[in-house]
């Protein structure tokens, strides 16, 4: 059985690129690649998967839909999934307990957790608004792996 623990041995070896899985309106699947890492989350602490994703992105709007998602981390033959329910909190998404405007630095947490650096955080911090990113926070259901 995989847990966090194995996510974050995992998540350096790729450079936090991860595939997320979102469900279509039509069962179907979609798939793409974005950065996640394992941070805690900032309600209520629990250890979660996080990513940023594009605000006006559809991959955000069918997660604001579905409200559950599946990242997959893998390093050659050795992977771990996490599926879940999200708490997606940005620009346009509040979330009870957390302040808004923390949004740019909770944004540069889960950069950093997924193993992103910048050298100019005020540059970072404007692009970030610019494309209305959006931090969204996986909590673990299931957790499998293999390796």
């Known amino acids: 059985m995989a847990s966090l623990s194995d996510i974050e041995r995992l998540a350096p070896g ?27 989350h900032p309600v209520t602490g629990e250890r979660v998967v996080a990513t940023v994703l594009r605000g006006p992105s559809w991959k955000l709007e069918r997660l604001r839909q579905t409200n559950r998602c599946t990242v997959l981390f893998r390093v050659s033959w050795d992977w771990a999934s996490v599926d879940g329910p999200v708490d997606i909190i940005g620009p346009n998404d509040t979330v009870d307990g957390f302040d808004q405007a923390e949004v740019p630095k909770l944004l540069r947490d889960v950069f950093s957790a997924a193993g992103g650096t ?21 909590t673990p259901e299931r957790i499998q792996g293999r390796g």
Do not use: K, P, Q
């Not at 899985?21 to 793409?32: E, F, L, Q």
């Not at 910048?118 to 969204?136: K, L």
């Open 14 to 40: 790729e450079h936090g690129l991860v595939t997320i899985s979102v469900a279509r309106a039509d069962g179907s699947v979609h798939s793409s690649v974005v950065n996640a890492g394992v941070i805690d």
């Open 118 to 138: 910048h050298d100019d955080w005020d540059e970072y911090d404007r692009v970030m608004a610019e494309d209305g990113r959006t931090a969204v926070f996986i």
